[in-house]
């Protein structure tokens, strides 16, 4: 069903196929109520809506619905040809303790009613309910799941995870309905969640229900429907939202923002230029018939709505997600919580881009946490350097250009980072390290973490020199404040050696960078290294990636399988030779470690390598994923 188009963060654009019709993700559903339906459906069509999704629970109750549904197909009685997605009453069974239908019934009538996309009867366990009765619950949704699955005949039906708000249980819950091979997972039982704007337990809920999910099926967070989530979500690695909020706010004379929701009866300005706001006042607005004012408020809701689901989209196109989360997360002190505890999970980096055509801001504290930082700071253990250590205050970048200098075979020279804690200068071009903007000077957080960082980072070596300005940090060793002490002939070697372990692992510098020639552009920069001349590799000018040619993946090869490798089965094997991309549906086994977005060396089965090439999903991916490219081919080398 997934193919995906661009990713960040763990969000990813993807084009979803059902049944014939279209969605790319992330993508939010409207909540359609037949009885009382607030917009018409052709203008939702208007706004850019090809998917809704409706009760089926609702329908089997009405008489009329339910026979009408039933002859004439649910596109039919809702006049659309677009995906339909229903839910089955779980909501109902929150909100009234008990729904007049079996599991079996409602998955019957979606089917016979022809439904795009059904759901499971599932138990929506309430948060903080004792954790006997949150697992007696999840147990009979597991139970109603294997009934469902089993009897399910045409539809695409959707497998809720739930679980409340205990972890390990929502871990329980997706292994469970992964295993049973459902077609959609959405993660319910979240919506008292964010009524009470508790989104720091949401977002445990998320990461913990994401976690063992499969990477080749949609989640959907049910019941988010408010746009000031959408982002955080998304980069948490949700792909489809429904929202209700856009008609129930409405008829509450709610007024929604990305940044929060305002009482009509407070505003004196519509602070929004969509169509519908442009064309009347706020004093104008308050005037009107309820029932005109209900539809005012409603199409204004639902464009605001879609206007952020496509701001997310384009953010993860060019790479700027986490920053899109930022800006949202200063709407609310819980939400900008939310996201230090989304931060505060390592496994977020298992997905993260190693290059992205964004730079990386520093928007706050929080970003410190964020994956591109602890990437950093673990690749920074890679590197074999024993020299002399001497950290300088942050300049202009590059850094080696305006000090004029690199590091030498006696000096080791590092830029003590707000953002990175330590850059070393053989690394610097490699992204984000010289592709980031902060502010200037120092907040707490900044120091506290610089500290640490460079504290442990000095330890390994036997002598430490540092700026006068730097003597904030407490760092022991000498302080100087002539830099004209360290200059000397650059360190070519060192330097590539360098970013041979940070980028591809320790070991491979040496590997691929020994007894070779670097040409070295008007700016200063290596462009291409030779071995005589072979042309081993180019540093691209843009990220700092390393491009392998022929020569450079040989020299790479001597690795122990399967690093920095992608396995084609054997069927892909000319193709891929030819210079074409390998997909999704043809890699055999990968090197575990392998990021999005990360230079790769394609093999066939015995190791014989076929290309090289960017890897556009992570390992993991690229082996659940059926559809979708999974190394985009650069060099071609069978």
């Not at 969000?11 to 790319?24: A, D, F, Y």
């Not at 009524?195 to 720091?200: Q, T």
């Not at 008829?251 to 009482?263: A, C, D, N």
């Amino acid at each position: 069903m997934i193919e995906i188009r661009a990713r960040d963060a763990s969000g990813r654009v993807t084009e979803l196929n059902i049944n014939g019709k279209k969605l790319t993700t992330p993508y939010l559903f409207p909540v359609i109520d037949p009885r009382k339906q607030i917009l018409s459906i052709e203008e939702i069509e208007k706004l850019g809506f090809n998917g809704i999704i409706t009760n089926s629970y609702i329908i089997n109750q009405n008489r009329e619905l339910r026979s009408r549904a039933l002859e004439e197909g649910i596109h039919s009685l809702l006049g659309f040809d677009g995906v339909i997605m229903t839910d089955s009453g779980s909501f109902q069974l929150y909100q009234y303790g008990g729904v007049d239908v079996t599991p079996m019934e409602i998955l019957e009538f979606q089917e016979n009613i022809g439904v795009d996309i059904g759901v499971i009867l599932d138990i929506p366990t309430e948060p903080d309910v004792p954790r006997e009765q949150a697992d007696r619950e999840l147990e009979e949704t597991i139970r109603r799941a294997r009934e469902s699955i089993k009897a399910r005949k045409k539809i695409l039906l959707s497998g809720t995870v739930q679980g409340s708000t205990y972890p390990e249980l929502r871990e329980k819950s997706a292994r469970k309905m992964a295993e049973l091979g459902f077609d959609l997972y959405p993660i319910g039982g979240v919506v008292p969640l964010m009524e009470k704007y508790r989104f720091s337990d949401l977002v445990k809920v998320i990461i913990h229900s994401r976690k063992y999910l499969p990477h080749d099926k949609p989640v959907h967070l049910f019941g988010a429907g408010h746009p000031m989530l959408f982002a955080l979500a998304s980069a948490l690695g949700c792909d489809l939202f429904d929202s209700a909020a856009y008609a129930l706010y409405a008829r509450e004379g709610r007024y929604i923002t990305t940044s929060g929701t305002y009482r009509l009866e407070r505003l004196r300005e519509l602070p929004c230029s969509c169509a519908v706001c442009t064309s009347t006042t706020a004093e104008e607005l308050k005037k009107l018939e309820k029932k005109d004012r209900d539809h005012f408020l409603a199409m204004h809701n639902l464009t605001v709505s879609i206007e952020e689901i496509r701001r997310v989209r384009q953010s993860i196109h060019d790479g700027s997600l986490w920053e899109l989360v930022a800006e949202r997360a200063r709407a609310h002190p819980y939400l900008l919580e939310a996201v230090r505890v989304a931060l505060s999970y390592s496994s977020l980096e298992n997905l993260e881009p190693v290059t992205k055509k964004s730079a990386f801001f520093y928007t706050g504290s929080e970003a410190l946490l964020r994956p591109e930082v602890r990437r950093h700071i673990k690749k920074l253990k890679r590197l074999k350097i024993n020299k002399k250590l001497v950290l300088l205050p942050e300049v202009e970048k590059p850094y080696s250009k305006t000090y004029g200098m690199m590091s030498t075979e006696e000096y080791h020279i590092c830029i003590a980072s707000k953002v990175f804690g330590v850059i070393p200068l053989e690394i610097e071009e490699v992204y984000p390290l010289t592709q980031h903007e902060a502010p200037g000077g120092y907040d707490e957080a900044q120091i506290n973490f610089m500290k640490k960082v460079v504290k442990e980072y000095a330890s390994g070596f036997e002598k430490v020199y540092f700026h006068s300005s730097l003597e904030f940090l407490g760092i022991e060793g000498e302080s100087f404040s002539d830099v004209e002490n360290f200059k000397g002939k650059n360190d070519i070697e060192g330097k590539l050696t360098a970013i041979g372990d940070y980028y591809f692992g320790e070991g491979a510098g040496e590997l691929l960078f020994s007894d070779t020639r670097a040409r070295i552009s008007k700016t200063g920069r290596i462009r291409e290294v030779y071995a005589g001349d072979r042309l081993v590799g180019v540093i691209r000018a843009s990220d700092g990636s390393v491009v392998l040619n022929v020569e450079g993946v040989k020299r790479l090869l001597k690795l122990p399988f399967p690093k920095n490798r992608v396995v084609a089965h054997e069927d892909a094997v000319e193709f891929v030779s030819q210079g074409r991309s390998l997909f999704c549906g043809f890699v055999e086994e990968a090197d575990m470690k392998i990021k999005p977005y990360q230079e790769v060396i394609v093999v066939d089965s015995q190791d014989k390598p076929i290309a090289t090439g960017r890897a556009m999903v992570s390992a993991e991916e690229m082996l659940s994923l059926t559809h979708g490219v999974a190394v985009r081919v650069r060099h071609r080398l069978g």
